[in-house]
């Protein structure tokens, strides 16, 4: 059964050093989304990107955060400069269609990021 | 605005037993209702939705779910517990009423089902 995949599992980095995160999503999924989940807290909405673009993203997603689709095949969530609060597992989903039909978003592994 | 609440942080239940994880929903519109499960070092995995139809759906792994218009409330269920159920459970909503709102779903905080032996 095709899934998303994420790389690393775990990722350790200075405070304010750029990370990239890196997600494989399903391979004929259009619509590709981040997700944050602070330890014990809500799995939070990032930003969603389709046809190259993001259509979708929250306040948390602010000037620190982008994402890239730099080839056919890999999704990208860069954090420029980290905080500490940055700490958090990030969730990569993939869906087939937008989540605006009834689509259902598939989830890979997650990445868990600590800034130190 | 679209809201989920997981009223539990931990559901225990012995191997056999009927198991429920609660989740209450707010919405504007009509809800468009998930379930997922998080296994430790995995991802979340769709285990059912809820869109229209049949207020109980049936899902992965013998789970199902009761859609309540009226209490607002899409608790989990499954006639008989496993160990291998251990996990943890995230419900999630979206309205599909809402005109110009936002189209990506609201998680609720997840509850800790133990299944012991």
């Known amino acids: 059964e095709p899934e998303v995949t994420q790389t690393p599992s775990h990722q350790v980095t200075q405070m304010g050093q750029e990370v990239i995160l890196r997600c494989v999503p399903i391979s004929n999924h259009l619509y590709f989304y981040w997700y944050r989940q602070i330890l014990g807290q809500k799995v939070e909405f990032l930003v969603s990107f389709y046809n190259n673009e993001i259509s979708e993203k929250s306040e948390i997603f602010d000037d620190q955060f982008s994402v890239e689709r730099p080839d056919g095949s890999n999704f990208t969530l860069k954090i420029r400069s980290t905080k500490l609060e940055d700490s958090a597992m990030y969730f990569c989903a993939s869906s087939e269609e937008g989540s605006g039909g009834t689509d259902t978003q598939y989830f890979g592994p997650g990445t868990r990021l600590t800034v130190l | 605005a679209q809201s989920v609440a997981q009223p539990e942080d931990q559901v225990n239940v012995a191997e056999g037993n009927p198991l429920t994880v609660k989740c209450t929903y707010s919405?504007?519109?009509?809800?468009?209702l998930f379930w997922y499960v998080q296994y430790p070092n995995r991802g979340l995995q769709f285990l059912l939705k809820?869109?229209?139809?049949?207020?109980l759906v049936k899902g992965s792994y013998c789970f199902e779910a009761e859609f309540n218009k009226s209490q607002t409330s899409f608790h989990l269920k499954k006639p008989s517990a496993l160990v291998s159920d251990s996990a943890l459970y995230f419900c999630?909503?979206?309205?599909?009423?809402?005109?110009?709102?936002?189209?990506?779903?609201?998680f609720g905080r997840g509850t800790s089902l133990i299944v012991h032996p």
């Open positions: 919405v504007s519109g009509n809800p468009y």
């Open positions: 999630a909503v979206r309205d599909l009423g809402t005109s110009g709102g936002s189209y990506i779903p609201t």
């Open positions: 809820y869109i229209t139809g049949d207020n």
